[in-house]
């Protein structure tokens, strides 16, 4: 387990730590368009935000309103932090959460670029968050849940429940399995942080959160092209997170897998009950 979580900070650390060429840095942009994020959206964001590692852009569909706390799990470079930040003003918060200290880093650099003193960071794991309960009125996370390992993922739901007020809301988007994935796909730790093989299946996902106490759940497959990832200049490289300390030799090739086949980008939403 401890292994998995190392893996994944490790190649992610990496990835805040890489400097993009301007073609690569089109091509993280049109990654992020064809998931969800506006031109407008995508300029108005300090150099290396966008990192292109989108599964879907939560914070359109999370219906944000002015004064909210706003907190991002899993919140990389910032991306939706920042996007986030603008729509509740200065009399809210926009709150990421990071468990990789060279993200916690790049985006706190991209805040201070960015001029909005409304937003914030923490470096700590999503499964243990320290806020206070009942203290966030929107959670949102982008392609970052699958990454749990399944023995935890049902914590992360439950904190999710902790943060929320009565009434409150999360709006997600992740990347869920279609079918049951083959050993081949679930044992490749390159398509693990790649975000394919830790995705859980559809009802699976919808029983965390009813056991969570949600209610009003919806879990609603986008068609996007999941494909485009293997155009990322930062997951072409989640091979090189794999050494032989901390994983086995990849056993699939990626190139050859159509992602669209095993899963896909899902909006996830729910409702805390208010009572």
Known sequence: MADTYQ???SCYGDIAKKTATSLEQNGEKNIAMAFGYSEEDLLSLPEKTNLGLSCGNPVA???VKEGETIVDLGSGGGIDVFLAARKVGPRGKAIGIDMTKDMIDLATKNAKASGLSNTSFIEASIT???LPDSS???IISNCVINLVPAKD???VFH???RLLKPGGRLAV????ARKELPKSIV???ALYVGCIAGASQVAEYEEYLRQAGFQDILLVDTKANLNLYKESSYLQTSTSCCTPSSCSKPKTESANIDYNEWAGSFQIYAIKPSV
């Open 128 to 130: 243990s968050i320290p």
């Open 173 to 176: 988007s992740d990347i869920l």
């Open 159 to 161: 904190e999710i429940a």
């Open 61 to 63: 569909y999370a219906n």
């Open 7 to 9: 893996l994944v900070q």
């Open 153 to 155: 993922k049902g914590l």
């Open 187 to 189: 044992d490749d730790m």
């Open 136 to 138: 966030v009125d929107c």
